[in-house]
């Protein structure tokens, strides 16, 4: 997959993760969590398709802004953000990000959402609930959702990220 469908590209971002961030606002996602922040996200047919070369020229513009991937859901593109997040690390030294509203459970069992899994250093996963909304927690909208080590937590045993 050489394009992704996205609604934006946010750079010097702070609210996507620790530090500036350059973060992918992708199309599409079939959670459809009420209360959701982006539902304008939701169409999987919305924003404009960009290519994976336009969007590593964004990226690599800021040297000390590491990259997030969110959306929509990011897990519905899985091979567009795997391509992608190959040349992340083939090209630069940042660390990746990603939101999905899937559990890393989940994402263990399909495998194209698995490969996109294995490039990423912190997942913030499951559905945003409402119910749980906590606006103070660091990176995430409600206390279900997790912020985990995924290098580590590939070697057997979930690990959450600790910042």
Same mark, same amino acid.
């Given at each position: 997959? $050489? #394009?992704?469908?996205?609604?934006?590209? /946010?750079?010097?971002?702070? /609210? +996507?993760?620790?530090? *500036?961030?350059?973060?992918? #606002?992708?199309?599409?996602?079939?959670?459809?969590?009420?209360?959701?922040? =982006?539902?304008?996200?939701? $169409?999987?047919?919305?924003?404009? &398709?960009?290519?994976?070369?336009?969007?590593?020229? /964004?990226? %690599? !513009?800021?040297? *000390?802004? @590491? /990259?997030? *991937?969110?959306?929509? +859901?990011?897990?519905?593109?899985?091979? !567009?953000?795997?391509?992608? !997040? %190959?040349?992340?690390?083939?090209?630069? @030294?940042?660390?990746?990000?990603? #939101?999905?509203?899937?559990?890393?459970?989940?994402?263990? %069992? =399909?495998?194209? &959402? &698995? !490969?996109?899994l294995e490039q990423i250093n912190v997942l913030v996963d499951g559905p945003f609930v409402q119910s749980l909304r906590d606006e103070t927690l660091p990176f995430r909208g409600s206390s279900n959702q997790r912020l985990i080590d995924v290098q580590a937590s590939?070697?057997?045993?979930?690990?959450?990220? =600790?910042?």
């Open positions: 997959m $050489n #394009y992704i469908r996205l609604l934006s590209i /946010v750079e010097d971002t702070m /609210v +996507d993760g620790p530090g *500036f961030r350059t973060t992918i #606002y992708c199309a599409g996602c079939q959670h459809a969590c009420p209360g959701c922040h =982006n539902p304008q996200s939701w $169409n999987e047919e919305g924003g404009r &398709r960009m290519s994976i070369t336009d969007i590593m020229e /964004v990226i %690599k !513009a800021d040297p *000390f802004a @590491n /990259v997030t *991937f969110s959306g929509g +859901d990011p897990m519905f593109q899985p091979e !567009a953000f795997t391509a992608l !997040a %190959k040349e992340i690390h083939r090209q630069t @030294n940042k660390d990746i990000w990603c #939101y999905t509203g899937f559990t890393f459970e989940s994402l263990l %069992k =399909n495998t194209m &959402r &698995r !490969a996109l590939l070697k057997g045993q979930l690990t959450l990220w =600790n910042g």
